[in-house]
T-cell receptor, first 115, second 110 residues
Framework: DSGVTQTPKHLITATGQRVTLRCSPR?????VYWYQQSLDQGLQFLIQ???????AKGNILERFSAQQFPDLHSELNLSSLELGDSALYFC??????????????FGPGTRLTVL | GDSVTQMEGPVTLSEEAFLTINCTYT??????LFWYVQYPGEGLQLLLK?????DKGSNKGFEATYRKETTSFHLEKGSVQVSDSAVYFC?????????FGTGTSLTVIP
């Protein structure tokens, strides 16, 4: 158990809908990262937050947004969902914002299925 | 741009065999390199890391050396066990970006 929690575990929704994925980092960790894992694209970095502020951005679509709250939990919002958004979404956390040396601790993931 | 390329799988080995999973990278600057492992139904967990050239990361019998001259970070283990069956990801991080390889599935048979 990494100490990172993600809810829900599974999510099934329809095209065009909007969903929110939630992540609670390990106790004491200040950074949260979001990743998308799909069969054709592999594991893709989406975005990083550090202590409430956006710190780094990867291949995140404009339909997706995220935020980190004062209690350090984070939410990833996916809107206007398409079939291709079906994937496993991982959250990770690390102690500091120094991502290039930090160990990232991954949650168990949320499996999103868009029908 | 920055990227990581790792050996395609799947890899099937007998117990106690030697394991090598190749990983090469392209990066500007001085990235950190990681190997993560993903067991079925779980998230990724750090196996080992190296943050500068010539560093060797090691854990649970696995080793990898950060080779700047060959831009490589190959994963090795001298004697694999059935419990090592998993998907292995090579990863690179810079100050603002994080890149993962496509993953190599390893199955160890008794």
């Amino acid at each position: 158990d990494s100490g990172v929690t993600q809810t829900p575990k599974h999510l099934i929704t329809a095209t065009g809908q909007r969903v929110t994925l939630r992540c609670s980092p390990r106790s004491g960790d200040l950074s949260v990262y979001w990743y998308q894992q799909s069969l054709d694209q592999g594991l893709q970095f989406l975005i990083q937050y550090y202590n409430g502020e956006e710190r780094a951005k990867g291949n995140i679509l404009e339909r997706f947004s995220a935020q980190q709250f004062p209690d350090l939990h984070s939410e990833l919002n996916l809107s206007s969902l398409e079939l291709g958004d079906s994937a496993l979404y991982f959250c990770a956390s690390s102690a500091t914002g120094q991502g290039y040396t930090d160990t990232q601790y991954f949650g168990p993931g949320t499996r999103l299925t868009v029908l | 741009g920055d990227s990581v390329t790792q050996m395609e799988g799947p890899v099937t080995l007998s117990e106690e065999a030697f394991l090598t999973i190749n990983c090469t990278y392209t990066a500007t600057g001085y990235p950190s390199l990681f190997w993560y492992v993903q067991y079925p139904g779980e998230g990724l967990q750090l196996l080992l890391k190296a943050t500068k050239a010539d560093d060797k990361g090691s854990n649970k019998g696995f080793e990898a050396t950060y080779r700047k001259e060959t831009t490589s970070f190959h994963l090795e283990k001298g004697s694999v066990q059935v419990s090592d069956s998993a998907v292995y990801f090579c990863a690179l991080s810079t100050l603002r970006q994080f890149y993962f390889g496509t993953g190599t599935s390893l199955t160890v048979i008794p």
